[in-house]
């Protein structure tokens, strides 16, 4: 290997600032979250304890955090299961022109950039005047897809742009339906890419509440709760909160990251070993 | 052969119909739904039915309006300047810097994981750091660089621009990582061989082909920074407003109509600057 040019360390000092600026804010509050009963929202640390993690089990100290912790982890699979399904069909049949298409494809942009505001407001208008109760399984996890699904989609388009037609002709040269060939052949190729896509779905609906915020109806999720949370708590309780959080989100990415590397590792291991020669 | 084409494109509307539906209900029927309202009187109460164009005449007379809107292109400017810069030298790091793709990819996702976890609570986070007894003063204060704690760090322009940056570069990161990937190596290695140095390589070569990625990536910054309604509100502390909190200060005040006329100026805006940035690149082909 050739040597490093100079501007490589360079840009690795600026890469590593980077994380730094990246990772430091979160890592700070993990830490202050261990305050001790007399702490305050900032340095020095008066004590080491688990106070604020304590209080945060009691109800009373902040509202229903652990209701709306189960509320998120409902709502985030249900956005989570259907955007993987609707953006597999979509993506699909976007392969072929079918007419509209060119529409859908705008709407799916408009849905991405548009201000997350607009749709909260939008949808909560829409449901009062139709004279139908907001909630966050109705109105909120619609309101959750308009934001998850273009990302699915713009997922999926990506793969379905890099996918080789040559292995779904041969299925079909050995006689297979196109249902076989869909659940044999292109399910298996693609699905290292679902596991992104259901990443996606799950921790963008857990995270989102711009668009929830006037469509979730009387119940609360979590982000909302900690939305709330940011104008009237003072104390370190709000860290240990948004550090248990922060940590049950690494936990779900990590789980997807090892599933994702799991089924590479498969794919590669039940791989063909055309070329590979007989001995 | 007609037959069969129509065959295909009812096959394509029933696999999109799932998405059809999802997006006609909670995007495009809310859309109308906001145009129609911001039509509408509104009382202490309630919202009355009528077709008045009040919302937008007070709208525009009001020289908050110019201030607020004027504010949020600034807040877009600033943060995409900076997530520009930083996510252009940090894919570059990544794509040409970086030798194999197992390390690529490990250190792409370092970037990614955060992206994944909660908006708010980053933003939070950046509280102990910056206020006035925070990291940032107690460091420079021991280090003698000033005397004083300097009291714009938090609750400032600067928090909100910092936030910004911190939530989205990884949005300008990820498009241009991928463009660059794309690049065909030899044409790097010819520019080297004709006797370019790095500099010229990097603004005659790199960018030039880098161009779609930064442009997908500045849609994505100016669309959600422009949208934004609560970072504003959380680190400038309340001091300063975009149009996002415009927006949802009349929607705290049961305020609907005027909301939504501020709101479809808003949607307007946000949609003229996409299509001009629309035109210098197509997204379709750049996935």
Redesign the interface.
Known sequence: MEPRPRSFYVLTAFFALFLLFLYGPTLTIAVLSFQGPGGGLTFPMRGVSLYWFHDLFEQQAVGDIWGSFRRSLVLGMMVMVTTVVVSVMGGLAFRKKFPGANILFYLIITSLVIPSILISLGVGLMFSQAGIAVHWATSGFGSQLTWTLPFGLLIMFAVFNRFDKSYEEAARDQGATSWQTLRHVVLPIIAPSLIGVALFGFTLSYDEFARTLLTSGSKNTLPLEIYGMTTNVTSPVLYALGTLTTVFSLLIIGIFLCVALWTTRRKAKAGSDAGKGML | MQKLRSQ??L???L??S???V??L???????I??AV?SFWRATEFSIIPAFELENYTFLFSSPVTYTVFLNTFKYALLTWMFTCV?GF??A???AF?I?TLTWQVA?F???T??F???????M??????L?R???AN?TLISWGVIDEPLDWLLFSDFSVVLAFV?LY?LFMVVPIFNTMMRIDKSLIEAARDGGAN?AQILWNVIIPLTKPGIMIGT??VV?LV?????TVR?MSGSQSANV?RL??ND?ALLQ?PS??AT?IV??LT??LV?GILLRFVD??KE?
């Open positions: 295909n494109g096959m394509g509307w696999m999109v799932p998405l059809a999802v997006l209900i909670f995007l495009v029927l809310p859309i739904m906001i309202v930083i030298t940090v570059y790091y990544l810097h030798r250190l996702l370092l970037c994981i955060p994944w976890t909660s908006n708010i609570i980053r939070i986070s950046w509280i102990p750091f206020g007894n925070g990291i107690s911190h570069t790095g849609i994505f669309t422009m949208g934004d309604f609560f959380i996002g927006i949802s929607i609907y909301a939504s709101a808003l949607l946000v949609l996409i997204i379709r996935l």
